[in-house]
């Protein structure tokens, strides 16, 4: 994943889908190692331009990668395999889903030129948010385990959350690593966080803020639920409010490489997986199944699936949301070593979907090129290939007002490269264009509560602020 993003491996694909996009690219991966954590408190910094060149282009881009990659080749470091742990074994065969359309309005021409001008500095920051109080705040997060608030162009020295003491980010793709709000945060004051802790469990707990509505209480967390990890990389991580006011828990695979531990088309177990849950209903209990999850009454081939279920078959998704104007799901899922993916879940869409890992890396047969049977799998709308890339960072479906030209499009990026996409449609089919070359390491896109974008980099805290030029 990351010391420099909690997720990322090794593995980048790079396939423009549409008309004009069906070229692949097939190159090597970049090497990860780990990020150092910035000494002493970073302070916020003038608003400053970024170097960044904005491009239109339907082909395969080919930037250097970065020196750092995100997931500390976390496939390649253990030096022996740990043991897999003791559950049902993966089934084989997927349960049907539909290839998912398309519903973005056409891609928008070249836009003007688009770079991204420097607000904040924070420490390894790897998410950025609103709580959607009608404050204007915007929260971030910050990988050894504090929550800091940036207020008009100024990052708060005191910190909104510090729960340094129980989370342990010493390694690439652990530490505090998501943060939601609950959709009635402004009278409920709840939010909730996803961390590794000292044994390298994953943790989401729900945390209330204070008297001061800058700052929460950390005494206050409950614990919502905990997943013990295999190995300490494909943490996930991201957890978000969908429209329909559940919380989405993404779920790496465990770890190490090649689903080692066979979770991905594992339906007794919660990695692997999209999880949805409902967490505001009875505020008392950790969480409630919600009833039209897809397999609380079904079976899978014979098999019974986990209640929390709601899609198998995920490698790493770093970085997944919800289209705030339509209710799509997009996520992006972390390849092994040459496909990068994004998939794309219209809104109504009722679960029960298998996108592919470990049969299929992209839109490819994994681990080779051999036939393998994807019937009933969920194929992604877009990859690319490692030539200069390694890691994808999910972002999120444009619906500010500063850059119209971009209404509608999914921008995301790739940490090792620091390229990022826009990614629409054209007379049906999937165009994805090169919008920019940051040269920043992506932990993170984030959104704020009018809808702008942000860009995150991990090596210098960086935090961006998405405009023209």
Known sequence: MMITKPEY????????????LAVLLILTGCAAPQAAMPAGEPTAEPAQPVVATAVAETVAPTAPAATLAPEAAAEDMATAEPAAPAETAPVTEPPAASEPTATLAPAPAAPRQVGLQRVAVAANPVFLTHAGDGSNRLFVVEKRGTIRILRDGALSEDFFLDIRDRVNPDSSERGLLGLAFAPDYAQSGFFFVNYTDASGATNVSRFQVSADP??????SEFNVLKIDQPAPNHNGGGIVFGPDGYLWIGTGDGGAANDRFGNGQNPATLLGKMLRLDVTSGPSKPYLVPSDNPWTQADWNGKDVRDEVWSVGMRNPWRFSFDRATGDLWIADVGQNQYEEVNMIPAGSAGGLNFGWPIMEGLHCFPDTATCDQTGLVLPVVEYTHQ??????????YRGADLPELTDAYLYGD??????????????????RELLKSGLAISSFGEDARGELYV??????????LAAR
């Open 9 to 20: 491996n090794k593995r980048t694909a790079y396939a423009t889908v549409g008309f004009a």
């Open 214 to 219: 800058d700052r929460a209480d950390p005494a």
């Open 388 to 397: 200069g890339h390694c890691s994808v960072t999910g972002g999120y479906v």
């Open 415 to 432: 940490f090792c490269s620091g390229v990022v996409w826009s990614l629409g449609q054209a007379d049906g089919k999937w165009v994805n």
């Open 456 to 465: 995150l980099d991990l090596n210098d805290g960086g935090i961006y602020l």
